[in-house]
C-alpha cells in the first residue's frame, strides 16, 4: 500500500524506537524508570474529579458535545487568562476548546497551511510544532534555538526574504525540551516581526503554569497588539495533571480562531462533556493547588539536578517546564547515550533528536516520576559508574 506524501515526509518518530527498546527491556524483566514521555503523573484537583463523576449521571452529558466548548467553559477559560495573565478575550469569539492542545495545533496547519507555504520554528522543537506544516505539505524552516542564543533565535538573523515569504512564526516559551523562558522584550520583537511580514505568530503556551522560584513565564497576549496576529494555544494537560482527560484551548485573534473552528466543524464533535464540565472547575482554581503541583516538580527537579551534578554531570536547573535538558557526554551521541541509559540501569530518558535534529548533543528528562523513583533513577546511575563528564 502506497502511503500518501505527507506521511512519508515526516520525521522519523524516535519515540517509537525507544518504545521498542523499551519493551525488549520489559520482557526481560527489567523495571524501567520511565523518565522519557512528558506524562505527568500529578493527580487532577478533587473537585474536578467529583464534577466529572456528577456529570456521567447527567443524560446531556453523554450525547454529542458542545462545539466549539460550552459557553461556561469559554467564560472560565475568558476568566483564567484575565486573572492569570491579565489579557482579555471574547468567549464567544476568541476562544476555542480543543481534544487537547496537540490536537489544535495540527489542525490549525491544516486551516492555514498550502502545500508549498513555509512557516518558521525554532528547534528543537515539540514535534506537532513543524509536524503539523509537514502534514499540511507545507516545510518548516529551522530557526536553531542553542545554548548559544539562549534557546531564542534572534528574529532579526532572518533572511528578510526568507521572512516575507513564511506564512507563520510558530513559537512556545517556556520550551520542551530546552526549559528556555523568553523575556517580554523577545515576545515584544516577535509580534513586531509578525506584523512586519504579515506573519501568524503561533504562541504555545503548554507549560504556563509549570515555573519554579516565582518566574511566573508571560502569555505573548500580554503584549500590546498582540492579539492582531497570534493564536496562543494552552492545555489543562500539565497545569491540572490532566493529560489523558484530552483537555486544550486556544485563545486570541478571532480570525485565526474562525478558522480553526471551521476546519474542526468538519473533522470532530468537540470534547466529551463530561471533561467539558470539569475543566471548567479546574481552571476556577486559584493558587493552592498549583503552587502544590509547583512545589513537587521543583522537589524532584532538585532531586535530580542535584544527584546528577553529585555525579559529576553538569547541568543546570530548568527555571521551570517538568524537564531537564541535559548535555550528551563527550564521546556518545544521544541516541546511543539513551540506549546505554537503558540497557545498563532501565532509566529512560528521551534522546534531543527527538525534537529535531538540533537536539542533537542532549538527552531531556522528564521529572514524571516519584520523587522516591527518582532517588532510584540517581542511584542506579551512580552504580553503574557512567562516565558523565
Ligand atoms: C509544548 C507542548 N505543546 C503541547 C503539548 C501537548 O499537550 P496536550 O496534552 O494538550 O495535547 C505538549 C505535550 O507534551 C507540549 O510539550
Known amino acids: 500500500m502506497e502511503k500518501a506524501e505527507r506521511l512519508k515526509k515526516l520525521p522519523t518518530y524516535v519515540f517509537a524506537k525507544l518504545d521498542e527498546l523499551k519493551a525488549r527491556e520489559r520482557r526481560k524483566g527489567v523495571d524501567l524508570i520511565d523518565l522519557g514521555m512528558g506524562n505527568p503523573n500529578i493527580f487532577p484537583p478533587q473537585d474536578v474529579i467529583d464534577e466529572v463523576i456528577e456529570a456521567l449521571k447527567d443524560p446531556e452529558t453523554h450525547r454529542y458535545p458542545s462545539f466549539p466548548g460550552t459557553h461556561d467553559l469559554r467564560v472560565a477559560i475568558a476568566n483564567w487568562c484575565k486573572r492569570e495573565y491579565g489579557f482579555k478575550v471574547d468567549p464567544d469569539l476568541e476562544t476555542i476548546v ?7 495545533l495540527i489542525h490549525f496547519a491544516f486551516a492555514f497551511i498550502n502545500p508549498g507555504d513555509t512557516t518558521l520554528v525554532p528547534m528543537p522543537a515539540y514535534p506537532a510544532h513543524f509536524n503539523g506544516t509537514i502534514l499540511a505539505g507545507g516545510t518548516p524552516i529551522s530557526l536553531p534555538a542553542t545554548e548559544s542564543n539562549g534557546y531564542m533565535p534572534d528574529l532579526d538573523d532572518i533572511n528578510p526574504d526568507v521572512a516575507k515569504k513564511a506564512k507563520m512564526l510558530i513559537l512556545s516559551y517556556p520550551t520542551n525540551p530546552t526549559t528556555a523562558f523568553a523575556t517580554k522584550e523577545y515576545f ?42 497570534c493564536i496562543e494555544f494552552h492545555t489543562c494537560s500539565k497545569t491540572f495533571g490532566m493529560a489523558g ?11 485565526l480562531i474562525g478558522a480553526l473552528r471551521q476546519i474542526k ?49 553538569k547541568i543546570e536547573k530548568p527555571k521551570g517546564t ?11 551521541n544521544c541516541a546511543e547515550f539513551s540506549t546505554l541509559l537503558l540497557e545498563k540501569t532501565g532509566v529512560v530518558v528521551a534522546p534531543g533528536t527527538a525534537f529535531g535534529d538540533e537536539g542533537e548533543g542532549y538527552v531531556r528528562i522528564a521529572l514524571v516520576d516519584t520523587k522516591e523513583r527518582i532517588i532510584e533513577a540517581v542511584e542506579r546511575l551512580k552504580k553503574a559508574n557512567i562516565r558523565f563528564a
Open 188 to 229: 515584544k520583537k516577535a509580534v513586531a516581526f509578525a506584523k512586519k511580514y504579515k506573519l501568524i505568530l503561533l504562541h504555545d503556551f503548554a507549560y504556563a503554569e509549570l515555573y519554579f522560584e516565582g518566574n511566573k513565564p508571560i502569555s505573548m497576549l500580554e503584549i500590546p497588539e498582540a492579539k492582531d496576529v
Open 245 to 255: 482527560w484530552r483537555v486544550g484551548f486556544a485563545v486570541g485573534n478571532r480570525e
Open 322 to 332: 517538568m524537564y531537564v535538558w541535559a548535555p550528551v557526554p563527550k564521546g556518545y
Open 98 to 104: 480543543l481534544i487537547g492542545s496537540k490536537e489544535g
Open 265 to 313: 466543524t468538519n473533522l470532530d464533535y468537540g470534547l466529551f462533556m463530561g471533561a467539558q464540565k470539569a475543566a471548567a472547575k479546574a481552571l476556577a482554581h486559584e493558587d493552592e493547588y498549583m503552587e502544590k503541583m509547583r512545589k513537587t516538580y521543583k522537589e524532584r527537579r532538585d532531586i535530580l539536578v542535584d544527584g546528577l551534578n553529585s555525579l559529576g554531570w
